[in-house]
């Protein structure tokens, strides 16, 4: 993904549905390429990961409906770590709006939503990506990746 949304600024994005920690790791790792961060919402604003994501980034604004960022025509991308069940009907709303989607794993729990959301994807053009953070976050992967960039376990094929 380009950090600049034609060339002219940053790529825009909200996290919609924060009821899962992985939510801290999307919103970082857009953060880290240069995106930037414009709004939160979730249909549980009491949830613990909500309130630890708005003290975290507390100049950030706070959506009251979770589904305006899904149509709001400036943002660009939505991330999301709902609630499992939720996933699907956020990324169909949002990728039919022209945004891109990142979502926490499982991106959807059944296959008729997978089928839902392929649809989706191919009929807007827009991308559609499932984050797997284990692989880069856990500890045991970084030491994983350092050993291998150092060369101390031989050749990785």
């Known amino acids: 993904m380009s950090t600049a949304h034609q060339g002219s600024r940053p790529v825009r994005f909200a996290a919609v549905g924060l009821d899962h920690a992985h939510a801290f790791g999307q919103i970082e790792g857009l953060l880290n390429q240069g995106c930037q961060l414009v709004g939160f919402s979730s249909e549980d604003p009491a949830a613990a990961v909500a309130q630890a994501v708005r003290r975290r980034w507390p100049d950030v604004m706070w959506i009251e409906d979770p589904t ?10 939505i991330v999301t770590a709902a609630v499992p069940d939720r996933r699907s009907a956020i990324a169909i709303e949002a990728v039919t709006n022209g945004k891109d989607v990142v979502t926490d794993k499982p991106g959807c729990i059944t296959l008729d939503q997978l089928d839902e959301i392929e649809k989706a994807v191919r009929q807007s ?6 984050t797997f953070s284990e692989r880069f976050e856990v500890r045991c992967a970084i030491k994983a990746g ?12």
Do not use: A, H, Y
């Open 146 to 157: 350092q050993l291998v960039r150092e060369g101390r376990i031989g050749r990785v094929v």
């Open 68 to 77: 305006s960022p899904l149509r709001d025509p400036s943002i660009d991308v």
């Open 125 to 130: 053009g827009r991308f559609w990506s499932v």
